[in-house]
């Protein structure tokens, strides 16, 4: 009778995807590229917080955060290398490349370590990758827009951190979107390194280079920059399609206040660091059904519910959600 229970306990567990090892001694890194952007604070603050949790409460003994000094693809490859030198289990990546690191995950992985990579995400084979449609934002960016401005017309588009999965999905949606709907044409593009400052500049730059703009197609961190831009270039103000970062809704806030001003905001939540966490935790915890691609959604605003979300984001903060272990595995959950 007890071998018959010990049995059906160990089939629920199965069934159920929960592993049975521990991972109280286990030690997990976080391996980040960039840290110059609102966006990138939150994801850091959302990954510490969850963690030092986790560590508190004995779920792993370790999960430490490495940021790399410049933007260098070398310099993180080196930081990679030098974890797995250090004995970690896992290692967490928020990646400058999708393949240019990929020598150094192979050799995590064939050192027995575990590598989730997200956001930022690396196509080695042997890591796990928490993924974010972005093709599909950059696609719906435009069509979004085809809505505010039926007419079409010139668009600027402001590129994210050059050499990232990120910068270049959402760039290929967005011509896919023009494609499409060719009312629309792109008459400039700048790189804003997802930093409304860095896009200021740069809009402010190209600006008088450009005939009349109707609209802004962008990565998110860069639309109040742009705002910024063409009120201090006297232009008329287009259509910006926001990145859920405070300040660019609190601009779209006063906008739509003053005449009823009309667009979109998208962009991936800062807290999906820690899903990947719980990813690599859950690898970690013996657990072998976990896709090594894990499709997550964006998270978008309207016309209709930006402002009900606004007083929750912290001034210069991003709009975002932190994962918890159920979640986390849910997540997976959809995804088998």
């Known amino acids: 009778m007890k ?50 949790q986790a560590v508190k409460d004995g779920v792993v003994a370790a999960a430490d955060i490495f940021t790399t000094a ?19 289990d896992a290692i967490v990546i928020n990646a400058g490349s999708p393949d240019a690191l990929n020598g150094a995950v192979k050799q995590a992985c064939d050192a027995g370590i575990v590598v989730v990579s997200f956001d930022g995400i690396v196509t080695e084979p042997c890591a796990y990758r928490v993924v974010v449609d972005f093709k599909a934002m950059g696609l719906e960016e435009v069509e979004q827009m085809a809505k505010f401005q039926p007419q079409g017309g010139n ?7 050059a050499g990232t999965s990120i910068d270049e999905e959402i760039h290929q949606g967005i011509l896919e979107g023009v494609a499409k709907h060719p009312e629309f044409k792109i008459v400039g593009s700048v790189t804003g390194d997802w930093d409304q400052t860095t896009a200021q500049k740069a809009v402010a730059t190209i600006l008088p280079s450009l005939p009349d703009v109707v609209g802004v197609v962008d990565q998110g961190g860069d639309g109040y920059g742009a705002a910024q831009a063409f009120a201090a270039a006297g232009k008329p103000r ?38 990947a966490f719980w990813v690599a935790q859950q690898v970690l915890d013996g657990r072998s059904d976990i896709p090594h691609d894990l ?13 009900a979300v606004l007083p929750t984001i912290e001034k210069g903060g991003v709009a975002s959600h ?7 595995k849910a997540a997976i959950a959809a995804n088998m």
Do not use: C
């Open 295 to 307: 499709m997550v959604p964006y998270l978008a605003f309207t016309q209709d519910d930006f402002e």
């Open 322 to 328: 932190e994962y918890t272990l159920d979640e986390s």
């Open 70 to 88: 410049d933007k260098e693809v070398p310099t993180q490859a080196a930081q990679i290398q030098n974890l797995i030198l250090q004995g970690y």
């Open 238 to 275: 287009p259509t910006i399609i926001m990145g859920n970062r405070q300040d660019e809704l609190q601009y779209w806030k006063e906008q739509k206040e003053l005449d009823g001003y009309q667009t979109w905001s998208a962009s991936i939540a800062p807290g999906v660091s820690s899903l």
């Open 3 to 52: 071998k018959t229970a010990m049995l059906g306990a160990l089939a629920l567990v199965l069934m159920s995807g929960t592993a049975m090892a521990d991972t109280s001694g286990k030690k997990i890194a976080f391996s980040n590229n960039y840290a110059g952007n609102s966006w990138r604070q939150a994801m850091l603050k959302s990954y510490a917080a969850v963690t030092e």
């Open 155 to 161: 668009l600027l588009e402001i590129r994210g951190l």
